[in-house]
């Protein structure tokens, strides 16, 4: 769709997404990383998909996406030999078990019609004593993003372009809300398209759960998941 392809979209740079990868999986160089299979499940626009391949040269990299994104993604990596884009479903993935040594799959799985089959599904990807990395809206904090989801009662019905128009609406008089607070260093900086994509991310999906982390962890333990490490709200790796 291209409403947000800016490189600090998300808050985060592609250099901090990376690393963000890099330490969710304890790698400290990704050059190391040689002749691995690393799947970006749900990797959207292919941001960070790019970054990996980049960095693991001697290594598989494959995104996919659901969505009309797979396309930009593919636009993207198509320079890069090592890296490969599908769009398919996370419920279908057309991949051999046990096929990926790394699974990322960051802000997806909410998002599917189940997210415990969405978690079954990418455990069953991965490689005896590969490691999956998942990240999940959690239930246990309030947020203004899927306040006003909920109050608006299925937008996801409503056009795209009709959506972006609302999320810039309800994003204004939130980012000087924010800028006040700035002042007084009582919020971090943060970009206005940054507080819109927020808000289109929650009005355009069909499908939006929230987890506590009692339940991620135990998904972890009921598939044999060792040195689970759950950080922020809610990111979470494991290894089989």
């Not at 355009?204 to 962890?217: D, I, L």
């Amino acid at each position: 769709m291209g409403y947000f392809e800016d490189d600090m979209v998300y808050g985060k740079s592609s250099e901090e997404e990376l690393q963000d990868f890099k330490v969710a999986f304890d790698l400290s160089d990704l050059s190391d990383v040689s002749g691995k299979y690393i799947l970006d499940a749900g990797c959207g626009s292919g941001r960070l998909t790019e970054s990996i391949g980049k960095a693991a040269r001697n290594s598989t990299v494959v995104g996919f996406d659901i969505s009309k994104s797979a396309r930009v993604a593919f636009d993207r990596c198509k320079g890069l030999k090592n890296v490969h884009i599908l769009q398919c479903d996370l419920m279908h993935p057309p991949f051999r078990s046990h096929s990926f040594d790394y699974i990322w799959s960051e802000g997806v799985i909410h998002h599917t019609p189940n997210s415990l089959q969405s978690f079954d599904r990418l455990d069953s990807l991965l490689t005896k004593s590969g490691k999956l990395h998942i990240w999940v809206y959690p239930n246990y904090k309030f947020s203004i993003y899927r306040f006003v989801r909920n109050i608006l009662w299925k937008p996801y019905f409503l056009p795209s372009g009709v959506r972006y128009f609302l999320s810039w609406l309800f994003a204004t008089p939130l980012y000087c809300c924010v800028k006040m607070l700035e002042l007084v260093k009582l919020h971090k900086n943060v970009k206005l398209k940054t507080l819109v994509f927020r808000f289109y991310d929650n009005l355009a999906p069909e499908f939006q759960h929230c987890h506590s982390k009692e339940e991620v962890r135990n998904w972890f333990v009921s598939y044999n998941y060792t040195e689970i490490i759950l950080k922020g709200d809610i990111g979470a790796t494991g290894k089989k």
